[in-house]
């Protein structure tokens, strides 16, 4: 593993059923985030976390939900999908040092909820 | 509230050169970030200004008026993989970031 990986690629999910989308670091960096990216719009925070152990919410965090176990994983979860989630989702993570916050991002997740 | 303003979309000659514009209201200021995306693929970090004037990197650079609440982005010697979105992302008084929608440019030959 080189950098962050997400799974799955792509995805396509029925209204109202639950799907968990994977997020993995090797970096060791201390923070990691959430964003859903759709047309015409910037990347929405949904969630974040700034240590392990620790998650706050984001911009748009509602029928989201996020664990940080350990410092590699961030799983965020869709507990009842609806087609407005329907997005393209990317995994981040930087080493907070102060105020910088260069973030690192993984491929993306294409999520189609119909 | 938060916002952060870019053209939507630009187009360019292949070998010219091109200025993004980014201009921005947010709650505190700790830094902007421009980062490129190409079609299908993850944002990259191409620069980071905190103090007020230019930073060059090679064929891009990028300039910071915090007094104006403004950047942009200079590319030069345009190559046609510079085709890609270009976002605007300021650090703000919590130190997340708040993007702005992109710019997509759009090199001719």
């Known amino acids: 593993i080189a950098g962050i990986t997400q799974a799955p690629t792509s995805q396509i999910l029925a209204a109202g059923r639950r799907m968990t989308l994977r997020c993995t670091q090797d970096?060791?960096?201390?923070?990691m985030y959430w964003y859903r990216q759709d047309l015409g719009l910037g990347l929405r925070l949904i969630h974040y976390?700034?240590?392990?152990?620790?998650?706050g919410k984001g911009e748009v965090p509602d029928g989201y939900s996020v664990s940080r176990a350990n410092t590699d994983d961030f799983p965020l979860t869709l507990a009842s999908a609806v087609p407005s989630q329907t997005s393209v989702y990317f995994c981040?993570?930087?080493?907070?040092?102060?105020?910088?916050?260069?973030?690192?991002f993984g491929p993306g997740t294409r999520l189609t909820v119909l | 509230g938060q916002n952060i303003d870019q053209p939507t979309e630009m187009t360019a000659t292949e070998g010219a050169i091109v200025q993004i514009n980014c201009t921005y209201q947010?709650?505190?200021?700790?830094?902007l970030f421009w980062y490129q995306q190409h079609a299908g693929e993850a944002p990259t970090f191409l620069s980071y200004?905190?103090l007020d004037g230019l930073e060059e990197k090679g064929r891009f650079s990028s300039f910071l008026s915090r007094s104006k609440g403004y950047s942009y982005l200079l590319l030069k010697e345009l190559q046609m993989k510079d085709s890609a979105s270009y976002l605007c992302?300021?650090?703000?008084?919590?130190?997340?970031?708040?993007w702005g929608a992109g710019t997509k440019l759009i090199i001719k030959p």
């Open positions: 970096m060791r960096h201390n923070a």
């Open positions: 981040a993570s930087s080493q907070r040092e102060g105020s910088y916050n260069e973030q690192f």
């Open positions: 200004n905190v």
């Open positions: 947010t709650s505190g200021f700790n830094g």
């Open positions: 992302a300021v650090t703000d008084s919590n130190y997340q970031l708040i």
């Open positions: 976390s700034n240590t392990a152990g620790t998650t």
